[in-house]
């Protein structure tokens, strides 16, 4: 069974610049899940996408955008860069939408550094 | 407007000892309860989850917390810590089965002294 993928590991962009990170659910999931994890902070939800709809979406602005693809795959956009998007950002795939299963499966995440 | 605080950013124990990490939560309908764990360039994985069934839920590893109504409270406990067990520890929350939005604590760094 692969686990959740992400690519890539670790990229420095410039203010304005825009940055597509990708991820591979794991196998039979259908659900992922966008995180933003900050230095020292815990991970804050930045959108959700089931189905390859957007279901739901925490406190990120337009510029934060995703797509869902019909093998699962998820990509996160983001334009217009700004310093304080430098973060790990962490996706998370389930096999549904809800929490009763509490099944986040984490990919190790991509570490985006804003200069 | 569902939260959670985990207090104590940094926790030291010996190895042998009680793991004690803290978490509140913040819900105004009844919560879904998670604790992950993150090792040194890992993801998240999952220790453990209460979904309103028994109050005392037991995770990998060794660990079990218990979910406490009248104190808002999920602490998380091992009666013996291990080496193994340093790493960051993160309390989440949801709030409905089809909550699709977990809410995290800024997390506890557990250290685990030989």
């Known amino acids: 069974e692969t686990g959740v993928t992400q690519s890539p590991t670790h990229l420095i962009k410039t203010r304005g610049q825009q940055v597509t990170l990708r991820c591979s659910s794991q196998?039979?999931?259908?659900?992922v899940s966008w995180y933003q994890q900050a230095l020292g902070q815990g991970p804050q939800f930045i959108f959700q996408?089931?189905?390859?709809?957007?279901?739901g979406r925490g406190n990120f602005p337009p510029r934060f955008s995703g797509l869902q693809f019909p093998n699962y795959s998820s990509e996160l956009n983001v334009n217009a860069l700004e310093l304080d998007d430098s973060a790990l950002y962490l996706c998370?795939?389930?096999?549904?939408?809800?929490?009763?299963?509490?099944?986040?499966?984490f990919g190790e995440g991509s570490r985006l550094t804003v200069l | 407007a569902q939260s959670v605080t985990q207090l104590g950013s940094h926790v030291s124990v010996s190895e042998g000892a009680l793991v004690l990490l803290r978490c509140n939560y913040s819900?105004?309908?009844?919560?879904?309860l998670f604790w992950y764990v993150q090792y040194p360039n890992q993801g998240l994985q999952l220790l453990l989850k209460?979904?309103?069934?028994?109050?005392l839920v037991k995770g990998i590893n060794g660990f079990e917390a218990e979910f406490k109504k009248s104190e808002t409270s999920f602490h998380l406990t091992k009666p013996s810590a291990h080496m193994s067990d340093a790493a960051e520890y993160f309390c989440?929350?949801?709030?409905?089965?089809?909550?699709?939005?977990?809410?995290f604590g800024t997390g506890t760094s557990l250290t685990v002294i030989p």
């Open positions: 998370a795939s389930s096999p549904s939408q809800g929490a009763l299963t509490g099944e986040l499966f």
């Open positions: 196998s039979g999931h259908n659900t």
């Open positions: 996408y089931y189905r390859e709809e957007e279901n």
């Open positions: 819900s105004s309908v009844p919560p879904y």
């Open positions: 209460y979904t309103s069934a028994a109050t």
């Open positions: 989440a929350v949801s709030v409905s089965d089809t909550g699709n939005q977990f809410y």
